[in-house]
């Protein structure tokens, strides 16, 4: 499986801006289906009812790609510059069904501007955050899917002093080690697991 990225080549060779986190934890947050036809709307004067004029469908989808660390400025420079002149790239998910899209660009709004990238610096980590919409303009046009399972867990043994889960497809990234007096704490993006 490769981590969560977008792959160009906007003429200096290929280039992959992907997050940089384990395998298991690199994938998009908050992808989110918006698919939208693309036409001139209006409302009836009579009846004031909205219609719209369908010329195409646009297959987008939003989400953020985490874990881009400062290393990979230059990269994510090219990405912003390419994407938002209009270049294609492959999203490659990451997800549960291995999806993986040629032919994307960045979406546009209902008026036909593009809508661009959203870059966020977590100072903390040195770490960027890349919130995109994108859509599929190739042919055929493809719906963007990308499936990551829920976070099962189980615990395998736990005796007077040994205790061990199995995480199977997690969501999780883990960010920080704390020690103090024997509890060990791992920090999640959304749970805390405190083995005591």
Known sequence: MANASFTFDDGTGSQVLQCRWPTIAAKFRDWTPVPKYIGERGVALGD?????YIHATSQAASGRLPGIPVSDEQILRAFILWAEGGGTFTVTTNDAEANVYADCQLASDRDGQPIDLDVQLDGVWNEFTVGFV?????????????????????VQSATALSYAWTFTDVDLVVHELNVDDLTY???FEDVELTIA
């Open 48 to 52: 004031r009812r909205r219609y719209q």
């Open 134 to 154: 994108i859509e599929h303009v190739g042919d055929p046009q493809q719906g963007l899917r990308c499936v990551y399972l829920a976070i099962p867990t189980t």
């Open 185 to 187: 704490t791992w920090t």
